[in-house]
């Protein structure tokens, strides 16, 4: 499988953006899709994530509430609302049909991986 991020871009912080995933399969709904992100000088951490068929949604603390993850056929979205400094990372969509609920936060889990889009957040 392979994926394509897409949305990236300077924001000033209050703003909005949304991610877009792209793969190259017909359907992503056998698949746990995720978000992670890496900011300049930190450790990949864990963003957002959807389960098999949609039927859950995983945040990461920081940001539940703002962001929003979503699913449709073989697109996966990230809307990113009230952006705050600390979300300027490069995110990178995950995708992996074996894992399992407990897994979902663990970027190792995940086989597939897109290439990294740029958001910056700064006035």
């Known amino acids: 499988v392979q994926l394509q991020a897409s949305g990236g871009g300077l924001v000033q912080p209050g703003g909005s953006l949304r991610l877009s995933c792209t793969a190259s399969?017909?359907?992503?709904?056998?698949?746990?899709t995720a978000w992670f992100r890496q900011a300049p000088g930190k450790e990949r951490e864990f963003v957002a994530a959807?389960?098999?068929?949609?039927?859950a949604t995983y945040y990461q603390e920081s940001v539940k509430g703002r962001f929003f993850i979503s699913r449709d056929k073989n697109t996966v979205y990230l809307q990113m609302n009230s952006l705050k400094s600390e979300d300027t990372a490069v995110y990178y969509c995950?995708?992996?049909?074996?894992?399992?609920?407990?897994?979902?936060?663990?970027?190792?889990?995940?086989?597939?991986w897109g290439q990294g889009t740029l958001v910056t957040v700064s006035s």
């Open positions: 399969t017909r359907t992503l709904n056998p698949y746990y």
């Open positions: 995950a995708a992996d049909s074996r894992i399992i609920t407990s897994s979902a936060r663990d970027g190792d889990q995940y086989d597939y």
């Open positions: 959807v389960s098999r068929f949609g039927s």
